[in-house]
């Protein structure tokens, strides 16, 4: 099968499609013949070994020390079923379904493996792979996050990078639980953020956000810019840090800042499950989470996708075609209105 692949660390470049074996599937495994997956932080991270201070041999010990763990990148994938391991019966050959792969990747090749154990859920029947697909990383990170905070109707939510895959799922899951929320983005982001559910949106290139006199129940830290030290005075008592993105000061004080300060500090996003990410297929078919994708590149320009996503001003999610798409899925009135023409 063809796949993305690289076998050292660098510059998007090190990135190129190459014929690999196909993975087995083993008694609980799922294979998803892939039509689309997301070029994440994970795998500019992944790829590059660039990430917060004091994390380097944190990261290689999941992406590897001298040369890459794993050649094929992907932390997600949207698809139909190809295959089932004897033991798997939630799934069948021919299910369409979207998944995290995770730390194992693998969702930049024709073919992934999947666990049944693992965050995998039925594509949502409204939306193409193409979209589906903007639903895993980002949604599932940021319900990860915000599951652990309070966030009843009312209550007020600070998202800071609100412009990014994690940041634009996060206004929306917060919004929809009845938050009144504040998102930080640069200007041109603006009418974006405010279209996902934002109240008020604060431009870091003309206002410091952590400088106004708000006070809030939630700040997600999306872009690692909003440590403790900054953000605390804008915390309500018993509010919530959630650090998407820290340096390792960051993730070895947060237990230690919590117990002390009476707020929740955390750098843990726990563990995505399947029980998650229906519940993100259940809002999209009611129309309550959409996708937000900025760029769409075919496996062949699979380097200009990672070269963009390097910039660092991707809107959402930057996906990876593996197939041609399919067009959107018709809605209910519309295949009515053929039935009776």
């Given at each position: ?23 087995t599937v083993a008694p609980h495994d799922v294979l998803v013949r892939v039509h689309a997956s997301t070029v994440s932080v994970a795998d500019h991270r992944a790829r590059s070994r660039e990430v917060p201070r004091g994390l380097g041999l944190l ?227 009611a129309g309550s989470f959409r996708a937000v994708r900025d760029r769409t590149y075919d496996l062949g320009d699979v380097a200009e996708a990672h070269r963009y996503v390097d910039t660092g001003r991707k809107r959402g999610n930057v996906v990876l ?21």
């Amino acid at each position: 099968m063809r796949a993305a692949v690289y076998r050292r660390f660098g510059g998007p470049d090190t990135v190129h499609v190459a014929d690999v074996r196909r993975p087995t599937v083993a008694p609980h495994d799922v294979l998803v013949r892939v039509h689309a997956s997301t070029v994440s932080v994970a795998d500019h991270r992944a790829r590059s070994r660039e990430v917060p201070r004091g994390l380097g041999l944190l990261a290689a010990a999941g992406i590897g020390l001298f040369r890459p763990k794993h050649p094929v990148l992907g932390f997600d994938v949207a698809g139909v079923v190809a295959d089932v391991g004897a033991n798997v019966t939630t799934f069948g050959p021919g299910d369409e379904v979207i998944a995290m792969t995770g730390g194992q990747f693998g969702g930049h090749a024709e073919y992934a493996r999947v666990p049944q154990t693992a965050a995998i859920a039925h594509k949502p029947r409204n939306m193409t792979f193409e979209d589906a697909v903007t639903l895993v990383f980002g949604g599932l990170t940021a319900r990860g996050f915000l599951g652990q905070a309070f966030l009843g109707p009312g209550a007020t939510v600070l998202v800071n990078g609100a412009s990014g895959a994690v940041g634009t799922a996060a206004v929306q899951l917060a919004a929809h639980a009845g938050a009144y929320v504040t998102g930080v983005c640069s200007g041109a982001n603006r009418e974006l953020v405010m279209s996902l559910g934002a109240e008020r949106v604060i431009d870091y290139t003309a206002e410091d956000f952590t400088a106004g006199p708000a006070a809030y129940d939630v700040i997600v830290d999306c872009v690692g810019t909003a440590p403790f030290e900054r953000v605390r005075h804008l915390l309500k008592p018993g509010g919530a840090l959630l650090l998407v993105i820290t340096d390792l000061p960051g993730l070895l004080r947060a237990p230690l800042r919590s117990r002390r300060t009476g707020h929740l500090v955390t750098a843990d996003v726990g563990t995505p499950t399947a029980e998650d990410l229906a519940f993100l297929v259940g809002l999209a078919e009611a129309g309550s989470f959409r996708a937000v994708r900025d760029r769409t590149y075919d496996l062949g320009d699979v380097a200009e996708a990672h070269r963009y996503v390097d910039t660092g001003r991707k809107r959402g999610n930057v996906v990876l075609r593996l197939r041609g798409e399919e067009s959107a899925p018709k809605s209910t009135a519309q295949q009515t209105e053929e039935a009776s023409s």
